[in-house]
Structure formats: C-alpha cells, structure tokens
C-alpha cells in the first residue's frame, strides 16, 4: 500500500511491483492492454474543531506487473506538475498551486504507462523516465505533459471524486475500484466510469544507448528516454539476419542486393528527420527531397555538403570503390535480372561483359555487410552530432552495466 496525506508526505507499506516480461514480445500488435488495476482511496476525516483531512492510499494485489506515477493536479483536475517520489521518508517536492490533489496513475498490466505527444499527437508505451516524444522528438521537462487522452480523464475523475468527498463534510473513505476497470478490459459490456487501457504498439524495443524499453507504432524512432534513434540497432538486426543466410549459403547476390536496400532506406529516414529539424535554404531543402539514397557517391556528397556529415569517414579507399561497385550492383540485381547492362559497365568501370550474369561469393556478401554498416554507423553518430541523446540516462545505465 502506498499513501499519502494532504501535505504530501507519504507514508509506504507494500506495492506489488514485477519486471517487464518476455511474454510483451509475443502478443499481437495493436491491441488493447488492460490496465494493472488496483484502488485508490480516499480517507477523509473532520477533527473535534471541523478540520477537514485526508490521505490517500493505493493498493494492489493483482498477479500482473505494477509501476505508478504521480501528478500534482488543481481540483478542477488539469495536471500542473510531476510529483517526484523519492526513497521511503523523502519529502515530496512542493506544489507549484495552493490546493493541488496528488494523484496517482498506474501503469497497464506489463508495467508500462501509454504517452500521447502534445506536439504531434502521437501514442507510444514506455516505462517511467521518458520526456521525449519518440516520433517528432518533442521534448518537454515534466512527464505530465505526455498524459494520454484516457489519463487526463482519469485525472479529472479521481480529483472530482476527491473534491466531492471533502465537500460532503463527513468522515469515511471512498474508493475508486480499478480492479473492476482491469476486469473489464477486453469484454463487451458498459465500461466502469475510470475505464481506460492502453494499447500494445508495433515495435517493442530496448534502446541500446540507454536500456530504456519503448513500444512504438512503426518500427523507427527515438528513444523516449535518452533521443537516440533506434535505426541503427535495427539496421543491425537485419544485417544480422542476413548475415546468417550467408553463412547457410545465400543466394549471395540476393544477401548483397538486400544489404544495400537496407542502407537505402536508412538514409532516407534520417534525411527526412534532418529535413524536418534543421533549417535549410530553399535550394538545400530541394535537393534533400528530391535525392535518392541508392548511389553512395551522391548520398555522401549531400550529406557532407548540407550538413557536415562524413558518412565514408574513416573506410579506406579501396573499402569505398568496392562499396561503391556494390552499389551499383544492387540495380541491376533489383531492375536488371542481375545481368550487365551498358549503363552499369560504364557507370561501375566492373570489367564484365554486356549481359553477363554478376556472381557473388559469401566473401563479397559479408564485405557489402560490413561496408554498409560502417557507413550507417557514420551517419548515424553525424546525426547525433547536430542532436545530440541526453547524458543522464546514457550515464546511468552505462553505470548499472558496470555495476553488474
């Protein structure tokens, strides 16, 4: 049980609290997740002299996993600001309003809270610890800024029930039953009035910078913790994957034709966030949007003129003309039937006859892996140079790591 009492010190009993599970990576995506449940009440007592008090307390006892925050809200129920709940015995900081309700929200049933940006409207799941939003990289100083819809509600509820409890001028406690809002998830039948749940993402992902958990709609995105972008540890995966195929025998020209595709996109995506974050000339602004991302010598010279982005730093040259040969290669895998034509003998300078077959050996396979993982390692930590991740986090999970 944790309560609180009207000049917010708090008094801890017992909260029931798990880790996130395994079990998140195998649900379906997009679908709804019932909240951890619990209730929340409300102690209300009037003293010989008429003096009104409270606390509130929260209990949980359901077998899921558990997390909670608080908000310090106004009565009429807008949050105003983040109550920052230390260690047991640690005052909690004070209200910015005379006459704020603490309010306490709890996390769904995997032990994660649903965010909705300001800025973009956007919905992720993350764990406590995110001011960032993962889509338009929003960035604000409190959590209560990123409430969802259904929390702000919820808010609204819970100081309206407490409002009406003070108001009544008598003793007693009153509850608010969020077990029966847990139970009723997923069912067909009338919601309870604090009714609200969040809903499972597309791409649940720990981010490598921080190891903070995000779920996100889509599969790229900056981490809701720390700003670092997931498109590099994705792009990983995948090389990863392709990798293992070519260790089991390819086809080699398929794994070179798919490695190169990867870094295509790759770069489209942080073109796109470039483009949407930095101020450009008109002419530059063009450029980038009417660029492809397909040739590595145009891709660097864009990068490296429009925004002081080395992709091809530290890759020898020789790393660079294979790199390049590859490039010019995955066209023709991709729109020629992996035959030479004249534009590829002349645009590549490959010593190939007119319709030959090109081959691949497991050899050049993994090379194209390693090249275009050290060209997106390049932009990727160029991008981070203009925008650069929160220190705290990163910092203390590099700390957690060495602690083990």
Not at 239 to 252: C, E, K
Not at 372 to 391: M, R, S
Request: with cysteine; hydrophobic share 35%.
């Amino acid at each position: 049980m944790l309560c609180a009492d009207k000049d917010g010190v708090r008094k801890f009993d017992h909260i029931y609290t798990k880790p996130w599970g395994e079990i998140l990576n195998r649900k379906t995506e997009l679908e709804e997740i019932t909240h951890t449940g619990g209730k929340v009440n409300f102690n209300i007592k009037i003293d010989a002299d008429g003096r009104i008090a409270y606390n509130v307390g929260l209990t949980h006892s359901r077998p899921t996993p558990a997390a909670l925050f608080a908000v310090y809200a106004i009565p009429q129920g807008v949050a105003v600001h983040d109550i920052k709940m230390g260690g047991i015995g640690t005052p909690w900081n004070p209200p910015p309003l005379p006459d704020c309700f603490p309010v306490f929200i709890s996390s769904d049933s995997t032990g994660m809270f649903g965010h909705q940006c300001p800025s973009c409207n956007g919905y992720w799941r993350a764990g406590l610890g995110g001011k960032i939003c993962p889509y338009c990289a929003f960035t604000a100083d409190e959590y209560y800024h990123f409430l969802t819809d259904a929390q702000q509600r919820y808010v609204r509820q819970y100081c309206e029930v407490l409002s009406n409890a003070l108001a009544s001028g008598q003793s007693g406690e009153h509850i608010i039953d969020m077990d029966s809002v847990a139970e009723a998830a997923g069912k067909d039948c009338e919601k309870p009035a604090f009714y609200y749940a969040e809903e499972r993402q597309q791409n649940l992902f720990t981010c490598n910078a921080c190891g903070k958990v995000n779920d996100v709609l889509g599969t790229y995105a900056y981490c809701s913790s720390c700003g670092t972008r997931n498109d590099l540890q994705e792009l990983e995966k995948n090389i990863q994957q392709i990798r293992d195929r070519i260790n089991a025998g390819g086809p080699y020209e398929t794994c070179v034709k798919e490695t190169v595709a990867i870094f295509d996109s790759f770069a489209g995506h942080y073109a796109k966030q470039l483009l949407t974050r930095v101020p450009l000339t008109p002419a530059r602004k063009a450029w980038i949007e009417k660029s492809h991302f397909h040739n590595i010598g145009t891709v660097s010279e864009m990068f490296r003129k429009v925004f002081d982005i080395d992709v091809l730093s530290s890759i020898d040259s020789e790393d660079v003309s294979f790199g390049t040969l590859m490039f010019h290669r995955r066209h023709v895998y991709e729109h020629k039937g992996g035959e030479a034509d004249e534009k590829y003998i002349t645009d590549s300078g490959d010593s190939v006859r007119l319709k030959q077959a090109l081959r691949e050996t497991k050899e050049t396979a993994h090379r194209t892996a390693n090249f275009i993982t050290k060209i997106a390692t390049n932009l990727h930590k160029g991008f981070h140079e203009i925008f650069p991740p929160l220190e705290e986090p990163i910092k203390q999970y590099e700390q957690r790591k060495y602690k083990r």
